[in-house]
């Protein structure tokens, strides 16, 4: 059975690093691009999630449960992401049968960015499986990423068993 990271109410064996990262983000020094980088299976895209759930429901009825390290399945965009359609959230990784992050996901990434946010709140970007961009991609990506926008967070998962282009 293959777990879905996006699914994954729990957090295990990742208290340490889950209350660092919720302390500079309530302190507001928390990155705006950070890079999950380990052994495919450990977890990153797990914490990722329930990083980007403690950010979006910090203000939201059946916020994050940090004291259990818990996402409140009841919570509003643990819903809208599990269903596609949080609008302050995008997604990019490998799509079935394709060797490649396409091209074509990163112009749709970047439409996202140049639209204003939903409330004025901040926008995630969640970039799974970053070892499979090809040049163009990367290339696409970089621009973006130079681009200084304090409400704008990019968070890229990579497999250190890949190589990941400069």
Known sequence: M???PEQQINLYCYDNI???LTSIIDNNTFPNKVIFYG???IGKSTIAYH???Y???KNEDNNYDLNNFRINEENRSFNLIINKSHPNFFHISLKD??????ISQIREMILFCNKSSFDNRNKIILIDNA???NKSSSNSLL???EDENPNLFFILVHNSRKHILE
């Open 18 to 20: 889950m209350k660092y």
């Open 97 to 102: 049968e394709k060797k490649n992050i396409e």
């Open 131 to 133: 070892e499979y961009l």
């Open 51 to 53: 990083i980007i759930n």
């Open 55 to 57: 950010i979006f429901s």
């Open 39 to 41: 052994q495919k299976g």
């Open 143 to 145: 621009k973006i990423l």
């Open 2 to 4: 293959k777990l879905i």
